[in-house]
C-alpha cells in the first residue's frame, strides 16, 4: 500500500489525499481477509497469479490484437536471386521448427538460469512459456476470449501459408509416413508462391483484426457452414502461419527521420515495422494474416524477413530467442542440391469459404476500421550510436535503469510531468510465472527530471525551478541546482529504479498483488473495495508510457502500439554497438508524436552523458 501511495503521489498527486483515507479503511477493514485468500489460493495451485493475469492482461481487453497487443518482429532482411531460394529458405526454417517442436515434445530444452539475489548462485527460470508457444491458439470471446491448449496429438502436423488472402494448408508430416522432404515442402511452397492474385478472393483474415466481441459475433456466422468449420479448425490446430507477401508497404509508412535510413532499397526499419504490425491495413496485407495464432513468420517479396506474436502465449524473449536461433540454422547451411527429387504429393489445401452476406458485411466492417486504426499509428525508429551499455556499465548503473530514467526525462522535457509507466518484468523465477510491472515514475525521478529542465525552452514544465533576485534595476536570474546536486538527484533516481527492478523480478512487486486482491474480493461476489474503484486507481493503471527491454543477437527492431489513446510505446534492444528503439503513438490524440519523443530522447541520452561524464572528472 505504501508503494501504491508513493505511484499516486507522482502521476495523480490531487488525489493523494483521498487515496490515503482509502488505504487506510482498506488495510483497517477488507485488506487483511482478501490477503488471506490469496495465501490460501496459493496453496491451492502453483501459481496462484497467472490465470488472473492472464484474464486481465490479455483475455478480458476487447481491443483488436494487432497493433493494440500483437508486437511486430523484423529481422535482417534476405536476399533471394529467384522465387525457389524463397522457397528453399523458408522450407529450411519450417524444417527447423519442426526439429525445435520435437525437442520441445521430449521436454529437451536446456534449462535456462540466472543469478540468484544473493549473485552467488544460479537460479532456474521456469521454461513453461517455450513449452506452450507452439501449442497455444487464442479464440475470440463476446465477453472473454478463451486460450485453446491444443493437443500434439490433433495439432502440429501441418502449417498454414497465407498468399495473396488465400489460405492453403500445407501438411508437413505425411500420412503414411513422418516428415516431409525439404525438397516436397519446397515444391508445395512454390506451388503456392506462383500463385496469381485472385481479386475474388474474400479477405477473411482480416476479420482477426476487428475488435474481440465483433470476431466472436463474426466467428459464430462463420461456423454456421461446414466448410468454414473445417476451415477454422485447421487454421486453429497449425503449427504456424507462414505469411509470403508480394507486396510493399508505401512510402508513406517512412521514418520521418531520415538518417535512420538503414535497410535495403527504399524502404526503412519504420516501413517494414510497419509491415510486420499490421501489413499496411486491407489495401496491402493486412489480410494475408490470422492474428489469432501465435507463430506468424513474414517473408516479403524484397526479402522482408520478421514474424507477428499473440501475446497472450508467450513473452517476447522466448518467442524472438526461438525465431533467431532457427534463422541461424538456415542461414549457416550450404546452398540446396540442384537435383532435388520432384514430389508426388497432392497440391495443397486451398481454404475456400462459404461466406453468408453477414458474413460479407462483417468483413466490410472489420476493414473500415482495421484501415483506420492503421492510418493512426505513429512510429519511429531511433538508432542511437553515441555510446553503448558499456558506458553505462562502466558508471556502475544498471543498462536497463539508466533507459528507464531517461524514457521519464523525456516524457517529463516534452509535457511536463511524469505518468504510469509500464516497464515489463520478467517473474519466470516462480513456476508458471509470466510478468509484473516495473514502475519507473518515481518521486526521486521526478526530482532529477524537474532538475534536469531548468531553464529549458523545450520543457513544458509549469515547475520551473528558478529564483530570480532584484539589483536595483537589473534582474538577476539564476538556477537553484548545481551540476553535483543534480547528479546527486540522479543517483537517488538510479537507487530508487533499481530497487524497483530488483523488487519486481524477485516478486515483490505491486501490481500482480493488486490485481490478486481485487479479483479475489470479484471470485468471493463481494463488492470491490473502494480503492480499487476510485479515480486514482485509474490514472496509475493508465499506462501513458508502456515499455519494455528486448535484447536479442542481432539488430532485431520489435514494436507494438501504445496502451492507451494518449500515450506512447517503447519498445528498446540494448546493443553493443548502441541503441534501438522503437517509438509509437496516435495521430489522433494531438499532443503525442513519435517522431517528436524519438528526438526528445536522444537529447536525453546525450545530456545524461554529458552529467555523468562531468560528476566523473571532478
Known sequence: MQKYLTQVEVVAPNHLEKTRSLVRAFLSGPGPKLQQRLLERRQQMTNWATKWWLNDMYLTVPLALPINSNPGVVARPKRFSNQKEAAVFLARFLAELLNYQELLDRNGLEVERVKSKDGKTLQPLCMAQHYQMLRIYRRPGVNADEQVILDRASSGDHIIVAHHNQFYSVPV????RDRITEAELVQQLLSIMETKADPRTPPVGILTTAKRPVWAKAREELLKHERNRHNLE???RCLCVV???DDILPITFNNPLKKENRWLGHRDYAN???HALHGGGSRHLGANRWFDKTLHVILGKDGMWGFNYEHSAGEAPAITKAFEDLTDKVDSMPPPDENMVPSHLPAPEKLEWNLSEQSLNHIRDAMITFDALVEDLDLCILWFDEYSKEFIKSSKISPDVYIQLALQLTHFRLHGNLVATYESASIRRFALGRVDCIRAASPEALSWAK???QGDPESQSTNQQTNTLDEGTKRVQFTIYSRERIKELFDL?????????NDNITGQGIDNHLMGLRYASKDAGEPVPEIFTDEAYEIVNHFALSTSQVTTKTDTIIG????????????????SNGFIFSVSAFHSDG??????????????LRDMAAMVKNAGQR
Open 451 to 453: 532538475a534536469m529542465c
Open 272 to 274: 517494414v515495422l510497419h
Open 591 to 604: 499532443r503525442t508524436n513519435a517522431t517528436r519523443f524519438a528526438q526528445a530522447l536522444e537529447q536525453s
Open 173 to 176: 508430416r505425411a500420412s503414411d
Open 234 to 236: 485447421l487454421l486453429e
Open 493 to 501: 533516481a538510479v537507487q530508487m529504479q533499481t530497487k524497483e527492478m
Open 560 to 575: 507494438y502500439g501504445p496502451v492507451v489513446p494518449d500515450g506512447y510505446g517503447c519498445a528498446y534492444n540494448l546493443r
Open 243 to 245: 505469411c509470403i507477401d
